[in-house]
């Protein structure tokens, strides 16, 4: 039950904050920079825009795809050891598909443009990205120990 709180406290903090900042972007807020604009643009694919051309099958497909890792998550048990990076994981995933919804792409605001120009993204994907490190940091340098 502890690991399971973890994970669920984690994921809604993760998605609440998500949408909050993307409201302030939705309302208008603009900011230039030197390296960084924080601007509202609607990414109406994946990373880098791919595959926006299966337009509006894409919300399910990642819905689909969101309920099934988090199925094998469950079943699997991962979360007794993944619980926060878990959390942060889904609860980004949610973030976006959510967006996907609502406002028919995902809420991207941070723009980078210094060195090269098509990189923008929000806080659910940093918490994507984290998520990801975080477990193949603890598979590949703090492996379980096997059970004798």
Not at 16 to 37: M, N, P, T
Request: glycine fraction near 8%.
């Amino acid at each position: 039950m502890r690991y399971f709180s973890i994970f669920l406290l984690t994921a809604i903090g993760i998605f609440i904050i998500d949408q909050a900042i993307k409201d302030l972007f939705v309302a208008g807020y603009y900011r230039a920079g030197e390296c960084i604009d924080l601007a509202l643009h609607y990414n109406k694919g994946v990373a880098f825009s791919m595959l926006s051309f299966i337009g509006p099958y894409l919300k399910w497909i990642q819905a689909l795809m969101v309920t099934a890792i988090l199925f094998y998550v469950l079943k699997e048990g991962y979360l007794k050891r993944y619980a926060f990076p878990v959390g942060l994981l889904i609860g980004g995933a949610l973030g976006n598909v959510y967006d996907r919804f609502v406002h028919e792409g995902v809420v991207d605001y941070v723009a980078w443009h210094c060195g090269f120009d098509f990189a923008v993204f929000n806080f659910a994907d940093v918490a994507i990205d984290l998520a990801v490190a975080w477990i193949l940091i603890m598979v590949y340098f703090f492996p379980e120990k096997e059970k004798a």
